[in-house]
């Protein structure tokens, strides 16, 4: 019997909240503002200074955020997304929000981000039938891996689309000289918050850009499509705002966006921490039969959000049988992620299993292991142990 019991279960991810968290939301639930007061600018200040970006909008949530991202850029009914099936469902859904349609390119199976030979042969095979073309590709840095983002821009020059990053498990990763989020090869970049991420506000997301009109645009959508900034009003009484678009309240409170600066200040430490962990799991595993699954290199640093192993091809059959020993084990193992296009909802849409190989070749093998600050060494020699009994049953 082990000597870990429910109240020692290690989930896959979870957040880290220090003293100096509970007490600058304090601080604001004292103050005047619960909402649109002064935490917002100065967490979307920390988040330009952070990822050395221009502007900043906080959200709600990451989802909202790519909603906000993809009608600032004009996606509408006509237009086509392209983004990988290994994603949540929240970044092909948000284009359905603005009754776009949605396509998947396949992924590279030592990453799980979308392969850029697949997204180069698709795109020449849509060249001349422009309608098929995407209006927006959207990357997902997976596990907080970066895509390959120069060979995209260099795509996305060539063929005239934008480039939303979904960076939800990114923020502290960075991309040769650049903290992801800096959009060098990009026009949006969007974060999540949600508590198994890097950092949390609780709910929460937010979308970064270099354009100002963006970033504008985006601003307004988040708050009911309404202005009162002098420069974009017709009158100047002083009661006078202005709605432009049909926007959304999709507001993050000043609690939110309090806690939100307070975890920026740890956000190098956790990443640090998770670094170590993540190279300490690399050692550990290394005579385990897996297949390995990049999360550095020379042009890119992960933030290592998720810990993914990869079973060997033979291996798979047995995935769920590991999985369900790891669960009995009290290990929250996961698995990120379901290829998109198997939902039933996407399976209506006409997708149907086989479309992305590399996709599913990767899911069949993928389990992610617990991976986050608070996971102690004792406890990630207890997963490698189960894991390597498991995997020799
Ligand atoms: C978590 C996540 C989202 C959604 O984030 P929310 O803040 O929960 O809306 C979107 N895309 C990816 C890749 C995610 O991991």
Redesign the pocket.
């Known amino acids: 019997m082990s000597i870990y019991n429910m109240n020692n279960y290690i989930p896959y991810g979870r957040q880290v909240i220090s003293d100096q968290d509970v007490e600058a939301v304090i601080r604001v639930l004292r103050s005047e503002y619960l909402t649109q007061g002064p935490a917002i600018p100065s967490f979307e200040n920390r988040l330009i200074e952070y990822c050395g970006v221009r502007h900043a909008v906080a959200m709600n ?4 955020a ?1 909603h906000v991202a993809y009608l600032a850029l004009g996606l509408t009914a006509g237009d086509v997304i392209w983004t990988t099936p290994i ?2 469902v ?2 092909a859904n948000a284009a359905l929000y603005c009754n776009a349609t949605v396509d998947f390119v396949d992924v590279d199976l030592e990453t799980a981000n979308m392969s850029m030979a697949a997204l180069e042969e698709k795109l020449f095979k849509c060249r001349r039938n422009k309608s098929q073309l995407p209006k927006i590709v959207v990357p ?1 840095h997976m596990g907080g891996y970066s895509c390959d983002m120069r060979k995209l821009h260099e795509l996305s020059r060539e063929y005239g689309f934008f480039i939303v990053e ?1 960076a ?2 990114a923020i502290g990763g960075s991309y040769g000289a650049d903290k992801i989020g800096a959009c060098s090869y990009s026009h949006i970049t969007v974060f ?3 508590p198994v ?1 890097i950092i949390t506000t609780g ?3 937010a979308a970064v850009t270099n354009d100002v009109s963006l970033a504008e645009a985006m601003r307004m959508l988040r708050s009911h499509g309404v202005t009162r900034d002098t420069k974009l009003l017709s009158k100047f009484e002083g009661w006078w705002y202005e709605q432009h678009y049909l926007g959304f309240n999709y507001r993050m409170t000043d609690m939110q966006a309090a806690l939100g600066s307070s975890q920026i200040s740890g956000l190098d430490a956790f990443v640090e921490r998770r670094r170590y962990l993540a190279r300490r799991y690399c050692g550990l595993l290394a005579d385990l039969r897996l297949r390995s699954f990049t999360q550095e290199s020379v042009i890119a640093q992960s933030s290592n959000h998720l810990f993914i192993v990869q079973l060997v091809r033979e291996d798979q059959p047995k995935r769920n049988s590991v999985f369900e020993a790891m669960r009995c084990a009290d290990i929250g193992v996961n698995v990120h992620y379901i290829p998109v296009y198997f939902q039933p909802f996407y399976k209506r849409m006409g997708f149907s299993e086989g479309y992305c190989q590399n996709a599913e070749e990767y899911y069949n093998g993928a389990i992610t292991l617990p991976l986050y600050p608070e996971l102690t060494d004792e406890q990630q020699d207890y997963v490698v142990e189960k894991l390597g009994n498991a995997l020799s049953i």
């Open positions: 949530s990451a989802t909202s790519l994603t949540f929240a970044t997902v979904d939800s498990h999540s918050f949600h991420k709910e929460g997301g």
